[in-house]
């Protein structure tokens, strides 16, 4: 299994930058796929997930009305376009997929890829 995620940068503020995470090596139609992200010296926290079979999303408060999940499913590919970027959305982005996503956490076996960092400044 693997979750291959990418497009991280530097960008400034209010600019947009959208990641990719490729997934591979299973079927993830039951799964869910998520961002977390992780600023310096800070805990991973959670970003957004989304079902793929339903489509269903939940965002964190942080990035409501500014981050977008989506999917494709032919690609098996799960995509984060991020707008109004904020200095504080500085992090390294982690792609994730788990059988289910509540309360900003996941549940069960969960697969995690590498990070891709994305720099926003001001």
């Known amino acids: 299994v693997q979750l291959q995620a990418s497009g991280g940068g530097l960008v400034q503020a209010g600019e947009s930058l959208r990641l990719s995470c490729a997934a591979s090596?299973?079927?993830?139609?039951?799964?869910?796929m998520a961002w977390f992200r992780q600023a310096p010296g800070k805990e991973r926290e959670f970003v957004v997930c989304?079902?793929?079979?339903?489509?269903?999303?939940i965002y964190a408060d942080s990035v409501k009305g500014r981050f977008t999940i989506s999917r494709d499913n032919a690609k098996n590919t799960v995509y984060l376009q991020m707008n109004s970027l904020k200095p504080e959305d500085t992090a390294v982005y982690y792609c994730?997929?788990?059988?289910?996503?509540?309360?900003?956490?996941?549940?069960?076996?969960?697969?995690w890829g590498q990070g891709t960092l994305v720099t926003v400044s001001s």
């Open positions: 090596g299973r079927t993830f139609s039951r799964y869910v």
């Open positions: 994730a997929a788990a059988p289910s996503c509540y309360g900003g956490r996941l549940y069960g076996d969960a697969y």
């Open positions: 989304i079902s793929w079979s339903s489509g269903n999303t």
